[in-house]
């Protein structure tokens, strides 16, 4: 079972920035595609990016294109998710997923395909 543990959260001011981090307990690491997802209240999980076992390969969401960068580091079995420029509208819970996948698969926008999940850390923008 592929445990995964987020962290990173917090409240911020809009324009702030903020670094997720996802670590993950597996040991064929770079066989893992890792999705962020969030939820806000009432609303939806939603897609923020993913990132190939590789890094060859990511995916962001239009609302965050060019604000937020996802990063791995496979070595130390994690995942970052970098954030800046934040809008209220990013205040939500985060999630970090993974999808068992070749290196070089890949990703998925769908959080139908993650088979593990995170807990979430809150992220919380304040204008």
């Known amino acids: 079972q592929v445990q995964l543990v987020e962290s990173g959260g917090g409240m911020v001011q809009a324009g702030d920035s903020l670094r997720l981090s996802c670590v993950v307990s597996?040991?064929?690491?770079?066989?893992?595609?890792i999705g962020w997802f969030r939820q806000a209240a009432g609303k939806e999980r939603e897609f923020v990016a993913a990132?190939?076992?590789?890094?060859?390969?990511?995916s962001y969401a239009d609302s965050v294109q060019g604000r937020f960068s996802v990063s791995r580091d496979n070595i130390k079995n994690t995942v970052h998710l970098q954030m800046d420029n934040l809008k209220p509208e990013d205040a939500a819970i985060y999630y970090c997923?993974?999808?068992?996948?070749?290196?070089?698969?890949?990703?998925?926008?769908?959080?139908?395909?993650?088979?593990?999940w995170g807990q979430g850390t809150q992220v919380t923008v304040s204008s």
């Open positions: 997923a993974a999808r068992f996948r070749a290196p070089n698969a890949a990703v998925s926008t769908n959080h139908r395909a993650y088979e593990s």
């Open positions: 597996a040991r064929t690491f770079s066989w893992y595609v």
């Open positions: 990132i190939s076992g590789n890094s060859e390969s990511t």
